[in-house]
């Protein structure tokens, strides 16, 4: 994450199976990061480092990632493993 910017923006996995997300910092800065699931996941990532949280299997869907409040990207469950 640079800026605020995620790379990718989209990631895709497969319906209820867990995903590890991780978030890093690339700009120095720390952010709040919030994956909105059923159960939001939210991330405290500090500058220059990262955090990770490990989401148990979802339904099929896409689920928004939010970095300082604004959504960056997202998670596509029910495709095809990949960003």
């Known amino acids: ?31 709040q990061v919030v994956l909105e699931t059923p159960a939001p996941r939210t991330l405290s990532v500090p500058a220059s480092g990262k955090a990770s949280v490990l989401v148990p299997g979802l339904r099929a869907g896409e689920y928004a990632l939010k970095v300082d409040g604004s959504t960056r990207g997202g998670l596509m469950i029910g495709g095809e493993p990949g960003p």
């Open 1 to 31: 994450m640079n800026g605020g910017q995620l790379s990718p923006r989209l990631v895709t996995a497969p319906a209820f199976l867990a995903v590890q997300l991780t978030v890093s910092s690339g700009d120095g800065k720390s952010h």
